[in-house]
């Protein structure tokens, strides 16, 4: 079957801009929306309005593009993914001069033109990805959740009471004054903070 009508958008984290482009790659329309849920279907509509049979060619499907990139599947379209380096190789190639969104959503649908092997997107292999981001960030909080306990029984056996100085230790701030205190301390009580921590006091990171 061959495709009509080919619509690249470069999706970003305010803006989706899109462009329609037929089997020359000629342009036929182009479309802006904001990345709101609402504006999103509105874009989408676009995108039912162009002549069929059609695919949607989104840079990062799987990054700012993915709300749109679910929605365009649930509504029965077809959706390829364009990595970042096609669309600047495809900018090289049309010789246009420095980089602009517009331009870039063509660019994008005649990288899809020219590239017959895109990753076709689907929702189930979406869905996997999220859970796999959910995951990856639920161990994070797990494991920053492990080191505040054990440099707070760590401290409770070195500097009593130190909570009037390093406060709740879920801050870069708190962390600090906390490994402070558990150095001076370890000076004082070498035994004690071996056994409590089995190395040294962990560094300050940021918290989620």
């Known amino acids: 079957m061959e495709i009509i009508t080919t619509i690249g958008v470069d999706a970003h984290s305010q803006v989706h801009v899109a462009a329609a482009v037929d089997s ?4 036929l329309a182009e479309y802006a929306a904001g990345s709101a849920a609402v504006a999103l279907d509105g874009l989408v509509d676009w995108v ?12 990062g499907a799987k990054g700012y593009g993915r709300m749109l990139t679910q929605r365009l ?12 380096n096609l669309t600047a190789e495809g900018r ?3 010789r246009r001069p420095g980089k602009d969104d517009e331009g870039d959503a063509v660019v994008i649908a005649r990288v899809a033109l020219r590239e017959i092997d895109l990753p076709l997107m689907d929702a189930a292999h979406l869905d996997a990805d999220l859970q796999l981001l959910v995951g990856a960030r639920d161990q994070l909080v797990d494991e920053q959740a492990r080191i505040r306990n054990r440099l707070h029984a760590l401290l409770l056996g070195l500097t009593p009471g130190h909570r009037q100085v390093t406060g709740a230790l879920i801050s870069q701030a708190a962390l ?4 402070s205190l558990a150095l001076k301390g370890r000076a004082s009580d070498p035994v ?3 056994t409590r921590t ?3 006091p962990p560094a300050a990171r940021p918290l989620q």
């Not at 309005?49 to 060619?57: E, K």
């Not at 600090?176 to 490994?179: F, N, S, T, V």
């Open 92 to 94: 090289r190639r049309s």
């Open 198 to 200: 089995g190395s040294d």
């Open 176 to 179: 600090r004054r906390a490994r």
């Open 24 to 27: 020359q790659g000629r342009v």
């Open 48 to 59: 039912q309005s162009l002549p069929a049979p059609r695919v949607v060619a989104v840079e």
């Open 73 to 84: 599947l649930t509504a029965g379209e077809t959706v390829v993914d364009v990595a970042t």
């Open 192 to 194: 004690r903070a071996k």
